[in-house]
């Protein structure tokens, strides 16, 4: 996890810092509401990228267990697509996809990190 992380903050402020804060601020002009709008950016991408975590680690899962019970009393399944669910959570999908929110996880957070880093160092530098 720890390589996207880093290479996802790696990027975002070198991205920032050499390309988009220049061209925006035209060089000497920095306005506090582009340092405002990246540091909420940035939080929200570190949002995102904990909420994807939290999802990964099955911290939920008590609670989602607990809302598929109550569901099947009120709406029962048939058995052929009970069948059909246990065949289908055996298959590489299942793995793609915890693979992909890993990935997706990490790079958020690397991202979110980098800009909001950007960000603070934007703001003790420049006010």
């Known amino acids: 996890m720890y390589k996207p992380y880093v290479l996802a903050f790696i990027i975002t402020a070198v991205m920032l810092c050499g390309g988009y804060i ?20 940035g939080l929200s991408a570190s949002i995102i990228g904990a909420i994807l ?42 793995v793609w996809k915890h693979v992909t929110f890993q990935k997706l996880g990490a790079y958020f957070l690397g991202a979110g990190t980098g800009i909001v880093t950007v960000s603070i160092s934007m703001q003790l530098y420049y006010f």
């Open 53 to 94: 975590y939290v999802l990964r680690t099955g911290f939920l899962t008590p609670l989602y267990r607990g809302l598929a019970t109550i569901s099947s009393a009120f709406l029962p399944k048939s058995r052929a697509l009970q069948e059909e669910e246990k065949r289908a959570a055996h298959t590489a999908s299942v």
């Open 22 to 41: 220049p061209i925006v601020s035209g060089y000497n002009n920095v306005d506090i509401t582009m340092i405002n709008s990246l540091f909420l950016y």
